[in-house]
């Protein structure tokens, strides 16, 4: 089944604690993104990957960071967390201009 | 810029009444592609249609409908009908080539 997975799916942590998200795509696609959804604002993206090792910055990529080693895992690690980061993430993966296939949704508290 | 609009913050409809989402787009690339998810109370986002800059045909699908208006830069949903299950947060969005930018959404809600 063609899925986009993510780990954790809820998880509170304390300020500045390092934390890990974790996202993996099945489906070979070369494009994977992150996103935050926050109320009234929709869905902004984070940082996105045109493929392995390539690596872009989106609307909102201050106190992120990604990498891409293998096509299908494209991990967001938040290196010093703040509560401003406190959000719902979505981790995305397309084949090309088709649609996004989104995984189920991180929601991140940070106190 | 490249920019989507959805004015409508929160849309409220009894069931069987018609429904139309707007979403008004801004880009100056010639080659893009349009998008409306579905974003039910359980939180996943669901892909419900796609369309590039060069098709203009509105296109029926069940209950569902959309508009796409280059003149205007509008790209309107049209739910027919209206179900409680319609009842979600409905985004537009805009693939410009390397980048997606999503609207902020609209709430709807169909009471029965």
């Known amino acids: 089944e063609a899925q986009v997975t993510q780990n954790p799916r809820y998880l509170i942590t304390v300020t500045g604690k390092k934390l890990t998200v974790t996202c993996s795509q099945n489906?070979?696609?070369?494009?994977m993104s992150w996103y935050r959804q926050d109320p009234g604002l929709g869905l902004r993206q984070i940082y996105y990957?045109?493929?392995?090792?390539?690596?872009d910055k989106g609307d909102v990529p201050e106190g992120y960071k990604v990498s891409r080693k293998e096509k299908r895992n494209f991990p967001l690690i938040l290196e010093s967390p703040s509560p401003n980061q406190t959000s719902l993430y979505f981790c995305?993966?397309?084949?090309?201009?088709?649609?996004?296939?989104f995984g189920p949704g991180t929601r991140l508290t940070v106190l | 810029a490249q920019k989507v609009t959805q004015a409508q913050t929160e849309i409220s409809v009894v069931e069987k009444e018609d429904v139309t989402l707007d979403c008004v787009y801004e880009?100056?690339?010639?080659?893009?592609?349009l998008f409306w998810y579905k974003q039910p109370p359980s939180g996943e986002l669901v892909f419900l249609i796609r369309?590039?800059?060069?098709?203009?045909q509105n296109e029926i699908s069940g209950r569902y409908s959309w508009n796409f208006q280059k003149s205007t830069s509008s790209f309107n949903f049209t739910i027919t009908a209206s179900q409680v299950v319609d009842s979600a947060v409905y985004f537009c969005?805009?693939?410009?080539?390397?980048?997606?930018?999503f609207g902020p959404g609209t709430r709807l809600s169909v009471l029965p």
């Open positions: 880009t100056r690339d010639t080659t893009y592609y």
């Open positions: 489906m070979n696609h070369e494009y």
């Open positions: 990957s045109m493929n392995v090792e390539v690596t």
């Open positions: 969005a805009l693939d410009y080539g390397q980048n997606f930018v």
């Open positions: 995305a993966s397309t084949g090309g201009h088709d649609e996004q296939f």
């Open positions: 369309r590039n800059s060069f098709d203009e």
